[in-house]
């Protein structure tokens, strides 16, 4: 029986071990991590994360063909092969500081495996790593190898949070890189043997290490930036009376174009996008090429700039102060569908806000309290380390209360802001929520999911992000 173990029972490791176990049962998957909790959340009936459909893949196979364990070395020992889907932060000291990728897990992971392995192996990255990453590897690895071999090859993740267990079911593409050697060739063929159980042939892309590591870089870079397109577009519509979303309908018909990925938003978020783009940057800092990251550096400027922008446009609204007024936030995860607050723009959002001195009122359907105090104290790219060596938080923020129902949040508020695009949100009993706020009553709607008119017809000033301006608000404009 074929084994495979995978270092790191993440947002990734986790559900792409599930499917993989589900989709092969006769291949044995442990997925191992030196994260006590996590691994105990993995074998109970409340898992760490939550995917819509996770739970059900999970319970059929684990126990059969799919194990979490703490005990990473007897599984990487056995295993044919290795999984790497580490934390890969960026880096907050030193040489790089806040751009390039810190490798201290995948490095450790490597040495343990070169320590631990008494047979060959194949080392899969499935970390987003910086290109060229698989030559540091594989140095680390043959040093320390005591003859065995290893061969490296690069495999990176595409799926979204949200909908993981649909894109790795269906993936548009599963990406492998591996050495142009014979042994490079034969790794590259195990592997995709692998996925070949459930992925179309034609849509298994094989290349050379160093492409399928820039890949992964490359398209959320390409994502990322249509995000940062329509969003500067949204400032353009508001000043000058266009809708964002007619336009980003009649620019997505074009077919070259297509129509995803066109919405305009408070801004990006997510543990990828940011911190990938900020390791692009860095990458070609160091290639000599500052005119292509300075390009790639504005794709992250505009995505401050609509955060910062929808702040200001709160404030300014407001009579150019929120300080002691009471602030409802309507989510606080980075997308709809997920529990991750990992760069969500919510936590940018609520730090502006609270440095004007709001009082907050926060409610999402998947985040807890502890969670979101958490990431309001913590900081800047401390979040993408393991939880147990993440620094303990000082004292909670006082101007900050969690309410589990979006009522509660916003009774007696001065105004609402929308920052996930929970489905719920479309369907709350907005007339009871103005009756019980405060007047002048106003909804920020930073996902677009209400129906404006409707709610102005209720009596509430509403901002759309990119839509035509209330008269109310063009008379309070917001310098950014
Ligand atoms: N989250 C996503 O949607 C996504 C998608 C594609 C790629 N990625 C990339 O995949 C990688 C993992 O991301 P994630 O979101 O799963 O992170 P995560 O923080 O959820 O999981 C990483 C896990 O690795 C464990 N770990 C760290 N060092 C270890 C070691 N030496 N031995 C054993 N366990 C160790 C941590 O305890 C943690 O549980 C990152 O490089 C990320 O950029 C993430
Ligand atoms: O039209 C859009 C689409 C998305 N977003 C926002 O963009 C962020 C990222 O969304 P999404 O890409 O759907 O989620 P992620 O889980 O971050 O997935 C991205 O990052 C992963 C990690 O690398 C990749 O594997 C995925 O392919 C890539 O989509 C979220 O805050 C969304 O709300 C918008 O504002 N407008």
């Not at 922008?309 to 609204?317: H, T």
């Not at 393991?386 to 009522?407: C, E, F, G, N, R």
């Not at 489905?423 to 007339?431: T, V």
Request: proline share 4%; net charge neutral; glycine share 6%.
């Amino acid at each position: 029986m074929v084994k495979i173990c995978c270092i790191g029972a993440g947002y990734v490791g986790g559900p792409t071990m599930a499917v993989i176990a589900l989709k092969c049962p006769d291949i044995e998957v442990a997925v191992v991590d030196i994260s006590v909790p996590r691994i105990s959340a993995w074998n109970s009936d409340t898992l760490p994360i939550y995917e819509p459909g996770l739970d059900d893949v999970v319970k059929q196979r684990r126990g059969k063909n799919l194990f979490f364990s703490t005990d990473v070395e007897k599984h990487v020992m056995e295993a044919d092969i290795v999984f790497v889907s580490v934390n890969t932060p960026t880096k907050t000291q030193g040489l790089g500081a806040g751009k390039a990728a810190d490798l201290t897990y995948w490095e450790s992971a490597a040495r343990m495996i070169a320590d631990v392995s008494k047979s060959d192996k194949i080392v899969v990255e499935k970390s987003t790593v910086p290109v060229k990453t698989a030559e540091a590897i594989e140095k680390i690895l043959t040093h320390n190898s005591k003859g065995i071999n290893f061969q490296i090859l690069s495999n990176p993740e595409f799926l979204a949070e949200g909908t993981a267990i649909q894109d790795l079911f269906n993936p548009d593409r599963v990406l492998i890189g591996g050495r142009e050697t014979p042994a490079g060739e034969k790794a590259i063929q195990e592997l995709k043997k692998v996925y070949a159980r459930w992925v179309p042939e034609e849509q298994i892309i094989c290349s050379n290490l160093w492409s399928a590591e820039l890949s992964k870089l490359a398209a959320n870079a390409f994502l990322a930036q249509r995000i940062s397109s329509v969003n500067a577009m949204s400032a353009l519509c508001e000043a000058t009376g266009a809708d964002v979303t007619q336009v980003s309908h009649a620019v997505g018909k074009d077919t070259r174009i297509g129509p995803k990925f066109l919405n305009a938003s408070v801004g990006f978020g997510g543990s990828c996008f940011q911190k990938d783009i900020l390791n692009l940057v860095y990458i070609c800092e160091c290639n000599g090429l500052p005119e292509v990251a300075n390009y790639w550096k504005q794709v992250i400027k505009i995505n401050d700039y609509q955060k910062s922008r929808f702040v200001n446009r709160v404030v300014s609204s407001m009579f150019n102060t929120v300080s002691g007024k009471k602030i409802a936030i309507l989510g606080f995860a980075f997308k709809k569908d997920t529990g991750d607050t990992r760069e969500t723009p919510a936590i940018d959002v609520c730090k502006g806000l609270l440095g004007d001195k709001a009082r907050l009122s926060i409610y999402d359907p998947q985040v807890n309290e502890e969670q979101i105090q958490r990431d309001l104290a913590m900081k800047k790219f401390d979040w993408d380390h393991p939880i147990h060596l993440q620094p303990l938080s000082p004292t909670a923020v006082k101007q900050v209360s969690v309410v589990w129902d979006a009522y509660a949040a916003t009774k007696d508020a001065h105004g609402i802001c929308i920052l996930t695009e929970w489905d719920e949100f479309k369907s709350l009993d907005y007339k009871k929520i103005y009756d019980q706020m405060q007047k002048p009553a106003f909804v920020f709607d930073g996902r677009n999911v209400v129906d404006a008119e409707k709610l102005r017809q209720i009596g509430f000033i509403v901002y759309s992000i990119g839509k035509p301006l209330d008269d109310w608000l063009k008379d309070m404009p917001a310098i950014a």
